[in-house]
Each structure stands twice: as structure tokens, then as C-alpha cells.
């Protein structure tokens, strides 16, 4: 097993990946490199098999041949330095080979297209707040801070990568609708609202205006989220976004 990084990956280490996988676009900013992780493999030059980690969730993505004792060690392998997930399709044959000591086992969404809902644009924030762009000041107030820069590495990586509509009440930071870094025309998008701020529709309005902002620099967008979370599917399928496909995420703590 082999640990390369983001400067070594070769046209046939990419073709590994399967685009078409949950979240797979997430694994591309990796390989890319755009947002921090590992990857790891078989051989540099005939590579069979590549797995990436990336930073942020822990999740591995797998690609070319693998097996059951080969994702049992990457798994091992990989909460010496922190949490790991697994995503795959419910039909999937990585099921049958996903170690069975996992933490947790649940289901997920995963949205890939939407139909544009440009009423929501019209939409105006409630009293008291105001909706603008996300600039280096107001990033520095994001919710997901730590782990965003610890991502991206730098804030100028972010700014640069990423786009961002953040409400405010009062000069701060109430709810804040960001995306990811593109790869292959497409962006994710996601939301977080204070807690004391919820019910009051800014996730909505600030989703509508940063989906807009995305699609006019001409990528697509696509929305994940738990199964069970019923607010943000709600959301999701305001904003549009329908024909979602479950899948299965199967998550280690770090050992």
C-alpha cells in the first residue's frame, strides 16, 4: 500500500474513480488537489486499486478492484488518524464487504437534479436581517470554519474555491448557505442556520440566491443529507431538487 498525493495522480490513478457514485465529486477535489486528504494505492505506475480520504467527513472513496480484506484495512488503516465512513449505493456490491464494526449504519439522500424554483428569489429576508454575499471577513464567522480551513488549507483557497450567501442579524452571522469546490461542472451546496434563528425561512433565501450564483457561473448543483434529517430534505425539495437517490454511509469513530 502506497501513499501518493495530489501532484503524483496520472490520467489512469483518475480513471479509477467512478464519478457516478455518491459524493464521488467530493473525492475529485482531492485528487485534484483542491481540499486536503489521502490517497493511497496499489502500484504508482499499474495501479489495480486507489482509495481516497478526504478531510473534512473522513469518508473513503474506493476505486478499481477491491475486496473485503482490502477495505477492512484501509479502514484499519485510517481511524489510527481519525473518524471513516464508506458511501455506496444500496445495490452496491461494497455492502457485502464493509467491515461489520461500524458505529453507525444509516441511509442518506443524495440530490443531482433540480428543476430552477426562481420564485424563491423573490422572496425577502424577515425584519431585521439582511442577505449579502460571503466575503474573508464574514467566512472568518462561518459556523464550519475550523473545518473548512482545515480543508482548503488557507482562507485565499477558500475565497477562491468557494462561493457563499451568509444572513445577518444584528452585524452577525445567523445562517449561512455555502458551497464546495467544483469539480467535473458540478458544486454542493449546503446550509446551516443558528438554532435560534430556525423557522424563519433564511435558509431558503439564502439557498435560492447561492444556487442562483452557481448555475450563472454555469455548474450544477447537487444536495446530500440523512434520510432522516426531514427539515433539510424539506428544503431540498423546495429549492427544486428531486429524483434523489438513497444510499447506505456506514461510519468508524478513530480508534
Known amino acids: 500500500m502506497q501513499e501518493i498525493t495530489a501532484q503524483e495522480i496520472s490520467p489512469n490513478i483518475m480513471a479509477l474513480f467512478d464519478i457516478t457514485k455518491p459524493t464521488m465529486t467530493r473525492a475529485f477535489n482531492v485528487l485534484e488537489g483542491v481540499t486536503r486528504g489521502q490517497i493511497v494505492l496499489d502500484d504508482r505506475s499499474n495501479p489495480t486499486w486507489a482509495c481516497v480520504r478526504e478531510a473534512t467527513?473522513?469518508?473513503?472513496?474506493?476505486?478499481?478492484?477491491?475486496?473485503?480484506?482490502?477495505?477492512?484495512?484501509?479502514?484499519?488503516?485510517?481511524?489510527?488518524?481519525?473518524?471513516?465512513?464508506?458511501?455506496?449505493?444500496?445495490?452496491?456490491?461494497?455492502?457485502?464487504?464493509?467491515?461489520?464494526?461500524?458505529?453507525y449504519d444509516g441511509r442518506t439522500l443524495y440530490f443531482t437534479e433540480r428543476v430552477p424554483n426562481n420564485d424563491l428569489l423573490s422572496l425577502s429576508p424577515p425584519t431585521g436581517y439582511t442577505l449579502i454575499p460571503r466575503d474573508r471577513t464574514l467566512f472568518e464567522q462561518s459556523f464550519d470554519y475550523e473545518s473548512t480551513l482545515d480543508s482548503f488549507g488557507s482562507i485565499e483557497n477558500v475565497m477562491q474555491q468557494t462561493l457563499g450567501f451568509v444572513m445577518l442579524h444584528k452585524g452577525k452571522v445567523v445562517c449561512e448557505a455555502a458551497t464546495g469546490a467544483p469539480t467535473h461542472g458540478r458544486i454542493?451546496?449546503?446550509?446551516?442556520?443558528?438554532?435560534?434563528?430556525?423557522?424563519?425561512?433564511?435558509?431558503?433565501?439564502?439557498?435560492?440566491?447561492?444556487?442562483?450564483?452557481?448555475?450563472?457561473?454555469?455548474?450544477?448543483?447537487?444536495?446530500?443529507?440523512?434520510?432522516?434529517?426531514?427539515?433539510?430534505?424539506?428544503?431540498?425539495?423546495?429549492?427544486?431538487?428531486?429524483?434523489?437517490?438513497?444510499?447506505?454511509?456506514?461510519?468508524?469513530?478513530?480508534?
Open 188 to 255: 454542493e451546496v449546503g446550509v446551516t442556520t443558528h438554532e435560534s434563528h430556525c423557522q424563519r425561512g433564511l435558509a431558503t433565501i439564502a439557498c435560492a440566491h447561492l444556487i442562483q450564483a452557481c448555475e450563472a457561473k454555469g455548474y450544477k448543483t447537487w444536495w446530500d443529507c440523512a434520510k432522516q434529517n426531514t427539515p433539510t430534505t424539506r428544503l431540498a425539495r423546495k429549492l427544486g431538487y428531486y429524483n434523489e437517490r438513497e444510499y447506505r454511509y456506514v461510519w468508524w469513530k478513530k480508534n
Open 57 to 103: 467527513y473522513g469518508t473513503l472513496y474506493l476505486g478499481g478492484q477491491v475486496n473485503a480484506s482490502l477495505v477492512a484495512s484501509l479502514v484499519r488503516k485510517f481511524r489510527q488518524i481519525g473518524e471513516v465512513g464508506i458511501g455506496c449505493w444500496l445495490d452496491d456490491e461494497l455492502n457485502d464487504m464493509i467491515p461489520t464494526d461500524h458505529d
